[in-house]
Nanobody, 130 residues
Framework: QVQLVESGGGLVPAGGSLRLSCAASGRTFRSDTMAWFRQAPGREREFVAGISWSGGSTYYANSVKGRFTISRDGAKNTVNLQMNSLKPEDTAVYYC???????????????????????WGQGTQVTVSS
């Protein structure tokens, strides 16, 4: 079964840090563009960060730039999101997503569209208290 499974969410005070992980299984994901999205109650799902298949290119939403770092480990089939200086407005369910088609080794504005992704995890809750 091809799937993405997120972990690492939890409750953290403002200014704290969390590290989310996404474990991919069922096939190789080495050619996939991967990303993290989030969705807060009553709001649309929004792009957080994306990473190209080699890991050499990353792209961030302006709201998290300088605070979050996306990375991947091809050998372990994992994608991580290190979140520092967390704010209450970062509270949301965080989702891992993958694009299975081969794309150039570069991510940019185009990666923000959720409709480009054909595989999603079940999400992990991140709550930042003020």
């Amino acid at each position: 079964q091809v799937q993405l499974v997120e972990s690492g969410g939890g409750l953290v005070p403002a200014g704290g840090s969390l590290r989310l992980s996404c474990a991919a299984s069922g096939r190789t994901f080495r050619s996939d563009t991967m990303a993290w999205f989030r969705q807060a109650p009553g709001r649309e799902r929004e792009f957080v960060a994306g990473i190209s298949w080699s890991g050499g290119s990353t792209y961030y939403a302006n709201s998290v730039k300088g605070r979050f770092t996306i990375s991947r480990d091809g050998a372990k089939n994992t994608v991580n999101l290190q979140m520092n200086s967390l704010k209450p407005e970062d509270t949301a369910v965080y989702y891992c997503a993958a694009i299975s088609s081969s794309l150039p080794d570069r991510v940019g504005e185009w990666a923000k569209a959720p409709t480009r992704y054909d595989l999603w995890g079940q999400g992990t809750q991140v709550t930042v208290s003020s």
